[in-house]
């Protein structure tokens, strides 16, 4: 198991682990050794050495019609 409580913001490590492992289980190829690890732990490790960083949301603009 992976200890959070020395993360700076949980939620951000959640969010990006998550998205992440999203990528592992579409086929990205991982970033650390993998050993025996089922993706989503493989993605939480990437994320703890950061071998992976979160990356700012950039929000559509709805075009507006005139």
Same mark, same amino acid.
Request: charge should be positive.
């Given at each position: 198991? %992976?200890? +959070?409580?020395?993360?700076?913001?949980?939620?951000?490590? $959640? !969010?990006?682990?998550?998205? +992440?492992?999203?990528?592992?289980?579409?086929?990205? %190829?991982? +970033? !650390?050794?993998?050993?025996?690890?089922?993706?989503?732990?493989? *993605?939480?490790?990437? !994320? %703890?050495?950061? *071998? $992976?960083? *979160? $990356?700012?949301? %950039?929000?559509? $603009?709805?075009?507006?019609?005139?």
């Amino acid at each position: 198991m %992976i200890d +959070r409580s020395k993360l700076p913001n949980s939620f951000e490590f $959640v !969010v990006t682990a998550g998205a +992440r492992a999203r990528q592992l289980l579409a086929g990205s %190829i991982p +970033r !650390v050794t993998p050993g025996e690890h089922k993706k989503t732990t493989l *993605a939480q490790q990437e !994320v %703890i050495t950061r *071998a $992976v960083e *979160a $990356v700012e949301r %950039i929000e559509k $603009v709805e075009l507006q019609e005139s």
